[in-house]
């Protein structure tokens, strides 16, 4: 199973908005309601943002979107903060019974 | 509030074998399928496998690395998961995780492969 593919940087000024895509296939991204995407602070576990395409789980800012549209799935930060400095990851469950990926990409706030 | 801890990490050699345990609390253990997930000093996040809840089978799977070196158990009276993992080689350096439905993390056991 390849890996999902997001671009490995980002970067955005305060208060601006940002979009990171996470493209897959019609075997994972596109095939299930099953997108998560994680934030992950140097030295810290990942904690999830959004789960199965667009959910936002209890006490995660609304600052925090998400999409999908066949096989790539989108997360939006509007409002950047410099707190929302990080790496993201998206993943996704697949035809073949496993998870997948995305590399991660990194998001500096300028 | 959902707690998954991890432990059993440490230095193993090449060819070792190492138990990692994650002991959850804050939910019904029982109803959830578990994965552990992986990630190398300096690199992304990577899917290892999963039991399923015990009422489904208990099934495991796994991702083509570790497939044939690496079982995954539960218990369900004690609320544990456990990664058994054997033949270890020095790609398998890393923090693990465990994770319910990829939805609820631990904070990791580091795991570190080497001679």
């Known amino acids: 199973q390849s890996a999902l593919t997001q671009p490995a940087s980002v970067s955005g000024s305060p208060g601006q908005s940002i979009t990171i895509s996470c493209t897959g296939t019609s075997s994972d991204v596109g095939g299930y309601n099953s997108v998560s995407w994680s934030q992950q602070h140097p030295g810290k576990a990942p904690k999830v943002i959004i789960y199965?395409?667009?959910k936002r789980p209890s006490g995660v800012s609304d600052r925090f979107s998400a999409s999908k549209s066949g096989n790539t799935a989108s997360l939006t930060i509007s409002g950047l903060q410099p707190e929302d400095e990080a790496d993201y990851y998206c993943y996704s469950y697949t035809s073949s019974d496993t998870w997948v990926f995305g590399g991660g990409t990194k998001l500096t706030v300028l | 509030e959902v707690q998954l801890v991890e432990s059993g990490g440490g230095l193993v050699k090449p060819g070792g074998s190492l138990r990692l345990s994650c002991a959850a609390s804050g939910l019904k253990f029982s109803d959830f399928y578990m994965n552990w997930v992986r990630q190398a000093p300096g690199k992304g996040l990577e899917w290892v496998g999963r039991?399923?809840?015990?009422?489904?089978?208990?099934?495991?799977h796994f991702a083509t690395p570790v497939k044939g070196r690496f079982t995954i158990s539960r218990d369900d009276s004690s609320d544990t998961l456990y990664l058994q993992m054997n033949s270890l080689r020095t790609e398998d350096t890393a923090i693990y995780y465990c994770?319910?439905?990829?939805?609820?993390w631990g904070q990791g056991t580091l795991v570190t492969v080497s001679s």
């Open positions: 039991i399923k809840r015990t009422s489904a089978g208990g099934t495991t």
């Open positions: 994770t319910t439905d990829m939805l609820f």
């Open positions: 199965e395409d667009t």
